[in-house]
Nanobody, 130 residues
């Protein structure tokens, strides 16, 4: 059974950093893709960053490229999202999500509407004040 538990959200000021953590059980590194998604009130859900397990290739949305870094600590079954230089527009509930990769090992696919993951965590709130 796949279980994803996020932590690390909070309230910060613009320009500060946060690191989100996702404890991923039942997810094998080589067989899954994991991503971070966010949803702000009144906005559609956005695939922020995804990582393809095994090869470790990554995808970042343009809005976070250069500021966010996704990583997978396979030994401890943890996936992280390091968020630097946070902006008020980053305010949202952030979700960790996982999907078996099978033959598609393109992280963009899993962050897009085409590869919507089936396993989701409960979410963690990130609020960035100006």
């Amino acid at each position: 059974e796949v279980q994803l538990v996020e932590s690390g959200g909070g309230l910060v000021q613009a320009g500060e950093s946060l690191r989100l953590s996702c404890a991923a059980s039942g997810v094998s590194f080589d067989a899954y893709a994991i991503g971070w998604f966010r949803q702000a009130p009144g906005k559609e859900r956005e695939g922020v960053s995804c990582i393809s397990g095994g090869q470790g290739s990554t995808y970042y949305a343009d809005s976070v490229k250069g500021r966010f870094t996704i990583s997978w600590d396979n030994a401890n079954n943890m996936v992280y999202l390091q968020m630097n230089n946070l902006k008020p527009e980053d305010t949202a509930v952030y979700y960790c999500a996982a999907e078996p990769q099978f033959q598609i090992r393109n992280p963009y696919y899993y962050c897009s509407i085409y590869g919507t993951p089936r396993h989701w965590g409960q979410g963690t709130q990130v609020t960035v004040s100006s």
